[in-house]
């Protein structure tokens, strides 16, 4: 299975700041990652797709880039409601759909 | 965007089997593959098995299968996961996720669209 490491797994921020989020994977994934935004209580949701797309309707402040095996996402301007947990997911092999462990952005 | 309603979660013992349904709305039932997702308390997201638009493919992580099936009614549009020989590091939150297209086609691959998710805990 290809393992996706994320970090850091909590993150201390302020509103207005710009926080980054990384996603390692184990072999290459092409460009085929996506990362989700989870509150308490509620189920995941698609920000961005291919890496870097970004899903209709989600925020410009939203935005992933590649560099290799390594993603980022990263959050401009940080907003009170932007305040969760964010998730990657793999999906270049779909036998194998795999999500990264998560990384809880706090206050 | 779809609307995706699961049901069927509940309290089961160890050994015990349940079937979860997840009734779907707003989009084409039928052209999208679909997947089963599960959160354990307090953890992180684990993909449990997927099936084709057209039901006659299926995927499943190596935790779970030989014990659990998935399946779909697109004349219904409902999907299904059959869970047999429960364990108690089966009890999570289950969520049906509508695929962003069918894998079969060379699309999708990720999830639009979630339920807001039904709670399956095993334990005696």
């Known amino acids: 299975d290809i393992q996706m490491t994320q970090s850091p797994s909590t993150l201390s921020a302020s509103v207005g700041d710009t926080v980054t989020i990384t996603c390692r994977a184990s072999q290459s994934i092409s460009s085929w990652l996506a990362w989700y935004q989870q509150k308490p209580g509620k189920a995941p949701k698609l920000l961005i797709y291919k890496a870097s797309t970004l899903e209709t309707g989600v925020p410009s402040r939203f935005s992933g880039s590649e560099s290799g095996t390594e993603f980022t996402l990263t959050i401009t301007s940080l907003q009170p409601e932007d305040f969760a947990t964010y998730f990657c997911q793999q999906y270049n092999k779909y036998s194998s759909l795999t999500f990264g462990g998560g990384t809880k952005v706090e206050i | 965007e779809g609307q995706l309603l699961e049901s069927g979660g509940g309290l089961i013992q160890p050994g015990g089997s349940l079937r979860l349904s997840c009734e779907a709305s707003g989009f084409t039932f039928g052209t999208y593959a679909m997947s089963w997702v599960r959160q354990a308390p307090g953890k992180g997201l684990e993909w449990v098995s997927a099936?084709?638009?057209?039901?006659?493919?299926?995927y499943y992580a190596d935790s779970v299968r030989g014990r659990f099936t998935i399946s779909r009614d697109n004349s219904g549009s409902r999907l299904f996961l059959q869970m047999n020989s429960l364990k108690a590091e089966d009890t999570a939150v289950y969520y049906c996720?509508?695929?962003?297209?069918?894998?079969?086609?060379?699309?999708?691959?990720?999830?639009?669209?979630w339920g807001q998710g039904t709670l399956v805990t095993v334990s005696s």
């Open positions: 099936v084709s638009g057209r039901g006659r493919s299926t």
């Open positions: 996720a509508k695929d962003d297209g069918d894998y079969v086609s060379g699309t999708g691959g990720y999830f639009d669209s």
